[in-house]
């Protein structure tokens, strides 16, 4: 069954889905918003719909908005500038690299390739916003009943796999990543990022309540210097 990105995420059946991706927009356009000067400019990799960088251009109409979105059509929006990778990118003073649900997907090289480019990319004092979904813990019992649900099949995951899942064991990933979160920690994430930035905040969405109950964790980083 093909269920739309849409309707997995901020149009979600499932209300408590729907306010977890649409809590997380918005705490992101806030987040650029905080990050980005007058004028600056946003990459977001992983565009997906480009939800978010049309939100961010309705409050901040001074910031140039890049999108890199291989998998789903490009948004009419005219404000939004597609690139066809991030290198594309150079030369254009980038104030803010985002990659919003998109890091559990990649290949561990994919992302050493994405974390080393942002690197390269950012202007000094720039910023890399990364959100990632929170599969340990309980609350991956409920995300997957709720795929389950949605999706009208059963889960990737055996009862021994969930089960290391909500007790925060190392799991072996997943082979196809782009359409499973199987074996994906947070906590890995923030220590691939760490390598080369400095991680200036860390929070949880969409309560303000431990990791544990949360479904979201959100890293703003700030590449190391030499």
Not at 122 to 149: H, Q, T, Y
């Amino acid at each position: 069954m093909v269920v739309t990105y849409d309707r997995q995420t901020i149009n979600s059946p499932n209300p408590l889905a729907r306010f977890s991706h649409r809590s997380r927009t918005s705490k992101s356009v806030n987040l650029a918003c905080e990050c980005l000067p007058e004028g600056g400019t946003v990459v977001d990799f992983g565009a997906g719909t480009g939800l978010m960088l049309c939100k961010l251009g309705d409050v901040r109409p001074d910031v140039k908005l890049l999108a890199i979105s291989r998998y789903m059509p490009p948004t009419p929006d005219p404000r939004l500038r597609y690139l066809a990778d991030l290198r594309d990118a150079a030369g254009q003073s980038v104030d803010l690299v985002t990659a919003l649900e998109v890091c559990e997907h990649l290949a561990d090289a994919e992302l050493d390739d994405f974390l080393a480019t942002t690197a390269m990319l950012l202007r000094d004092g720039g910023f890399l916003i990364v959100s990632v979904p929170i599969m340990i813990g309980p609350v991956v019992i409920i995300k997957e009943i709720n795929r389950m649900l949605l999706h009208r099949r059963i889960s990737d995951m055996s009862f021994g796999e969930m089960a290391r899942h909500v007790l925060g064991l190392q799991l072996t990933r997943a082979e196809n990543r782009g359409t499973s979160h199987k074996g994906f920690d947070y906590r890995w994430l923030r220590r691939q990022l760490q390598q080369g930035f400095l991680i200036v905040r860390e929070f949880y969405s969409p309560l303000p309540l431990p990791w544990w109950l949360n479904s979201q964790a959100f890293f703003i980083c700030q590449p190391k210097k030499p």
